[in-house]
């Protein structure tokens, strides 16, 4: 699949990383993490330019999340949970982004995109519980941008890693992003206490 990917980017560049991010969140398998560290490793290589390659992941994990979002919200929350089982999304992972959106609010719009198989249905259930979208994009889109610099910088600074072990760098990425996540709630649960103790 690290192949495929690397070979659709190097064509397509910059589109390609936009519309394959735009699909992968909306739910599509998409390897999110890999397309993002195989682009900070094709910036590395000169193929890319940093500053296109992060616009353009921003501008596709931003479209993919709305429409997600906007999905839930005009009532395709019941075809989830009728057809998304052919796609992958199973009323398992349906009841673990509610309970994930319960438990943390709009922080787990911004949170959500550093844990897998959460970050694709946050938006739909935020949607469907109708959360005012200014609200939404406020953590959703922050949480994006986020997302996509983290692991292409990533990708960037383990090119060597990257060729020897592409699993190795990836699982390092995860790492790396699920620090940033765990600091990300750390300070969300902070600010909670801080502002009940007032």
Not at 111 to 133: E, K, N, S
Not at 137 to 160: H, N, V
Request: proline residues 4%.
């Amino acid at each position: 699949m690290e192949h495929t990917i690397l070979h659709w980017v190097s064509q397509y560049g910059y589109f390609a990383i936009f519309s394959l991010l735009m699909l992968g969140i909306v739910g599509v398998p998409v390897p999110d993490e890999t397309l993002l560290v195989l682009t900070g490793y094709l910036v590395f290589k000169g193929r890319l330019q940093m500053v296109p390659a992060i616009a353009s992941a921003i501008s596709g994990s931003i479209c993919g999340i709305t429409l997600s979002y906007m999905i839930g919200r005009t009532g395709g929350y019941y075809l989830i949970h009728r057809y998304g089982p052919k796609v992958h999304i199973t009323p398992e992972k349906l009841q673990r982004a509610e309970r994930w959106v319960d438990r943390y609010g709009k922080w787990g719009l911004s949170i959500g995109y550093f844990i897998p198989g959460v970050r694709h249905l946050t938006a739909l259930t935020a949607g469907a519980a109708r959360m005012q979208y200014h609200l939404f994009a406020a953590f959703a889109y922050s949480g994006g941008a986020l997302w996509s610099t983290t692991f292409i910088i990533a990708g960037f600074f383990f090119e060597k890693e990257w060729m020897k072990s592409p699993a190795s760098v990836h699982r390092e990425a995860l790492i790396a992003g699920g620090g940033l996540a765990c600091f990300l709630l750390l300070y969300y649960l902070a600010t909670k206490i801080h502002s009940r103790c007032k």
